[in-house]
Each structure stands twice: as C-alpha cells, then as structure tokens.
C-alpha cells in the first residue's frame, strides 16, 4: 500500500480517535491504542505487519527520554542519586520477585522464571509520563517517586539484554563473546560522554552561528538519532543513548532551542507508537487464550499495585500520593515488547508464551488511565478524615478569604499591614497547621459548604475574597455565597476571560484576572527598559489595563457569540490604537514623547 496514503489515514485515525476520547475524560493514549486496534490486523486489517510501524515509531521513546535527558543537569542526576538508586532497586527487585511464580506457572525454568519476572517488573516510560503530564503532577511528590522508579528501569533494560544469552544456557559457549559485548557496551557509554561534552556542543556553536534554523533543527535530529544508533549498534538501549545525550546537553546554553526543535518530532513519533502498540494487540491469541491473558494482566497489576504502594510507604510519601504512585506505573513497559522480541530471538522463551505476555502488558497499557482514575479517588480518600474546625472564635472579622496559597496569602498580608482582620478557610490541613505557626487565622474548613461559610461569620462580614485556585471549586463557592449570603460582596480569583465571564453571570462584584495584575507590572518594568520614563510607562499602562477591563465587561453581553467576540475585539484593538496613537501626537507635540532621553525618541514604539 502506498506509503503516503498510510501515512495519511493514520493521522486521521488519530485526528479523530484523540479529540474524541479527551473529550470522554479517557485520555489520549487510550484514543492512539484504539486508533491503531481499528487499523490493525486484528480487525480492519489495514496495517498488516505493525512490527514495521513499531520499529519505526521507537524513535518517539527515543525522543522522549532525550527531552526527559535535557530536564536533567548531571548536578541534579547526582542528588537524586539515593532516590533513582533506592526506590528504583525496590520496585525493580520486589516486582520481580513476586512476578518469578507466573515463569513457573508458565512452565519456564526457575532462572528463566527469574528473567521474566525482571522484565514483567518495568513499567512504561511514555504511558506513566504522558498520564502524568496531562494532569500536571509531574511535579508532585508522587510524580517524582515514578520519575526516578523510572528512571532506573530505563538503565535496568541495559544488563537485561546483555545477560540474555546467559539465561539461554550460551554460558560455556558465549561467555567470551558476552564479555566482549558488555566491554564494547561500556566502552561506547565511555565514548558517548567524551563525545556529548567536547565535540557536540562545538559543532552545535558552529551551527548556531550559521543562522539557519532548519540546520539546527537538523542537527538537533542528527543528535538524537545518532546517539540512539550508536547505543543499538553496541547492543545497548538506543533510549539509552538518547537520555544520556540530553543528559550531556542539559547545561548547555543550547538546551532551551534543542527542546523546543525536538518536541513536535517527539509528540507525533511518540503517538505513533501508541497506535503501533494497539496494532500490534492479536485479538484472535487473546480470545484462544483469554484465560492466561487475563490470569498474567491481573497477576502482574496485582504485583505491581503491592510492590509500589510498598515502596510509598518506604519513600515515606503522602497516603493520598501512594495509592496515585501505584496506579501511574503498575503497567507493563514498552521495554518489554523488546526484551520479549530479543529473549524469542536468543531461545530464552517460545514465541507463544512471548505473545501471551505481550498481550497482557498491551492490555495494562489499556488500562492505565482507568486505573490511574481510581488510583486518585483512593488517594482523595486517604486524605485527612478530621473533622472540619467548627469554632471559629467570637468575633467576626470584615473579610472572609477562602483559600489562602500564593494568591490568598497576598491579600492577607496587605490586610494585616492596614490592620484590617480576617477569618481564612482552606481545606488542606497541612497548610492549614504551617500557616499557623506565623500566628494567621486560618481554619480548617471548606468555603463552598454553607454550614461553615455561616459558622466562620458570612451572615456579618462585608466581603468574601475567593482565592481558590481550583476553577470549578471557585466557581461553586461563588455561587453558593450568592445564593446563601446575598449582601456579602463577592471579590473571586479568576483563571481566565472565559471564567472572569462565568463569575460575572453568578454576580460577583469583582473578577480579578490571577496573571492580569502581573503582567501589567512586567509591561510596566519592559517599558522602562526600553527607555520610557516611568511616568510615560505608567500612563501607557494604566491605559491599557482599563481599556481591557472596560472591553472584559462589554465582552460579557456577547460572550455566547463567536463572531460578535471576534468583530468586537478588532474593533476594540483598532480603537486603543488610535487611543495609544492620539496620546503619543499629543505628547510629540509638546516635546515630551520621551523626554530628553537619548536614543528613544528616534525609535516610537510600534503600537499593534
């Protein structure tokens, strides 16, 4: 078939599958896995060999883990060393461990029991990743913990594949050439490092002075792919090769421009791969065998859950973090389609029982955003179960702030400096106890429940400010404070113009933009550094932010139709132009454009 007419079905396939499942809450790894279960053998039968699109769509773990590469400066590797080491070692050693019985189950000989318990044991790099991505918790205590279990499986998947001839009793017969292999291996990890921090880097300067962006997109490519190739060619990981490459140029001033050339590659390639994945599902092996696929997917997702919730506690995480830990990397890994495919290769295990175990990490794979989905309810369970403060004191204060992080705390502290008290809610309690400590009267409630709203002194205090940073939460806790507590002033955080206008629509007196007010200060200090004085970049900014909060609020009454928004925010745009325009002839006029300073008045902003 033609390669371009694939090419062009499958991204269509995945045009359509993704948005669709996004927008079922699925996630889109579910939508790539379906798309290519459609398009593969098992069903259409459009894909007939999905091993090449596999091959092929390798590159985007590849890529991944060269991004992941460039997020770590080899300072950073080296202390979270204890971390990569000892929760990884953990996981790898208690998985395996529990996974052995399925080789015997199997029919496997105990140390080849043992190999496929290893292998089982990995979990998947670009499925946990992506999950965690899409919810923004790769930064969170948990998302680290499956970072580094990660990290260390990745490095794992080096000995495993060269001890594989070990494990097909080669021993007396391949033992020289496993030596020479493991030496070659070492010595290209060598090579690759000598190489990654004095020869790339120059040859990126000179590509860099040439100017041409598409030759540095290039030679970022090059980078990537050769280190990978290099890596395979040794008979190591190529996504080995790759993160160590990143690794290598992380604390390169280069590493910001090779992020942004490879992250499109990177996004296509990698849900490329996801569809190889689903293609790559025998639907016809899993129905002949559907109680061994079963019987090994529950048994490694049971191992798995145990092992890793272990290894939380160990790591001494949150409880809500540790069910989420569990369910973000209990499934199988894309690393062993390899080592399976290389075991089969090497006579370690029948190609049958390969299949089998293929089919039952593909379907962990499928499983992931579900079981993701419950691991968070867990975890919102586990949270602290004390009860809501229900005494909050005498007096009632003026102010009422529901929530109080980054945003809250600002308001308090510009209300304790006037001497204006107030009574603060949040329902995170180890916030609630720290800011405690600095003498702030915060309580251990929940703002959007009336009953404690009431308790906390609403019926009396003239104003709520709603600092949630959570949308739908602030939303609801507006709502409520309006149909519950109709002469208390409303004063709400909002994310954005969308939800400033669903604020509007519930009456809240004041919607505040949470980045709006930072941004008029940067474009006030980016004025003054280009020369204006500051009274000029003052006006000039204090023009613009009333304009747009006057164009928010006439933007309200046509919010629900697209072509009025677009019309009248050109028209809008057009008018602060003559308005910008008007004032710059005026000041031009009476010699104080920019006043005397040198250089400026020779190059007047250009106003958009």
Not at 148 to 162: C, E, G, K, S, Y
Not at 307 to 329: C, D, N, S, T
Not at 463 to 482: G, K, Q, Y
Not at 516 to 542: C, I, Q, T
Request: charged share 20%; with cysteine.
């Amino acid at each position: 078939m033609d390669f371009l007419f694939e090419a062009a079905v499958l991204l269509g396939a995945a045009i359509i599958a993704v948005p669709l499942f996004q927008r079922l809450g699925l996630g889109s790894i579910l939508g790539y896995l379906a798309a290519g279960l459609v398009l593969g053998p098992s069903i259409t039968g459009f894909i007939a060999e999905p091993e090449t699109v596999l091959h092929f769509a390798e590159f985007g773990v590849v890529m991944l883990l060269f991004l992941i590469g460039l997020e770590l400066e080899p300072a950073r590797l080296w202390t979270m060393r204890k971390r990569l080491l000892g929760l990884g070692s953990l996981q790898l050693a208690g998985c395996a461990a529990l996974l052995t019985p399925l080789g015997l189950v199997l029919g496997l000989t105990l140390e080849v029991s043992v190999l496929l318990g290893l292998i089982l044991a990995l979990s998947s790099t670009a499925f946990a990743l992506q999950v965690l991505n899409e919810r923004h918790q790769l930064a969170s205590p948990h998302g680290q913990a499956a970072f580094a279990i990660l990290l260390f499986q990745d490095l794992a998947v080096i000995p495993l594949l060269a001890l594989l001839p070990l494990f097909a009793n080669e021993i007396s017969v391949a033992s020289g050439d496993t030596w020479i292999q493991v030496l070659r291996g070492v010595g290209m990890v060598v090579a690759a490092i000598v190489f990654g921090r004095l020869v790339f880097p120059r040859v990126l300067a000179f590509v860099a002075r040439s100017e041409v962006h598409e030759v540095f997109t290039a030679a970022a490519l090059f980078m990537v792919l050769g280190m990978a190739l290099v890596m395979e060619w040794a008979g190591l990981s190529m996504a080995l090769g790759a993160f160590l490459g990143g690794v290598l140029l992380a604390d390169t001033v280069y590493r910001h421009e090779l992020e942004a050339n490879i992250e499109p590659f990177k996004g296509l390639l990698l849900g490329l791969f996801f569809i190889a994945v689903g293609m790559s599902v025998n639907l016809a092996l899993v129905f002949d065998n559907l109680f061994w696929v079963l019987g090994i997917t529950l048994g490694l997702l049971i191992a798995k859950l145990i092992v890793i919730a272990l290894v939380g506690l160990a790591a001494r995480l949150p409880k809500p973090e540790i069910p989420r830990l569990a369910a973000a990397i209990a499934q199988g890994g894309e690393f062993d389609f390899v080592l399976l495919t290389a075991a089969v290769s090497a006579g370690v295990f029948e190609a049958r029982i390969a299949s089998l175990c293929v089919a039952a990490v593909t379907l962990t794979m499928a499983l992931t955003p579900f079981l993701y989905q419950a691991g968070e309810r867990l975890g919102n369970r586990f949270k602290d179960k004390r009860p809501f403060d229900g005494d909050f004191g005498e007096q009632t204060p003026p102010v009422l702030i529901a929530g109080l992080g980054r945003f809250g705390q600002m308001v308090a502290r510009v209300l304790k400096t006037q001497d204006i008290s107030f009574t603060a809610l949040d329902p995170n309690i180890r916030q609630v106890e720290f800011i405690r400590r600095f003498g702030s009267q915060i309580y251990y409630a929940d703002a959007s429940r009336p009953d404690l709203l009431r308790a906390a002194g609403a019926e009396q205090a003239r104003v709520l400010v709603i600092a949630v940073d959570d949308v739908e939460i602030t939303t609801r806790i507006a709502r409520m404070a309006r149909d519950h507590f109709p002469e208390l002033k409303i004063f709400a955080r909002a994310r954005n113009r969308h939800h400033a206008w669903q604020l509007m629509e519930l009456g809240v007196e004041a919607v505040v933009r949470e980045t709006f007010a930072a941004s008029m200060e940067m474009s006030l200090e980016v004025l003054k550094g280009v020369g204006y004085p500051s009274s000029n970049a003052m006006d000039a900014v204090r023009t613009f932010r009333d304009f747009d909060n006057k164009l928010l609020k006439d933007s309200y009454e046509i919010r629900h139709d697209e072509e009025s928004l677009v019309a009248n925010e050109r028209a809008a745009m057009a008018e602060l132009s003559s308005l910008f325009q008007k004032e710059l002839n005026d000041r031009a006029s009476h010699g104080s454009l920019h006043g005397d300073t040198p250089g400026v008045a020779r190059s007047e902003p250009e106003v958009n």
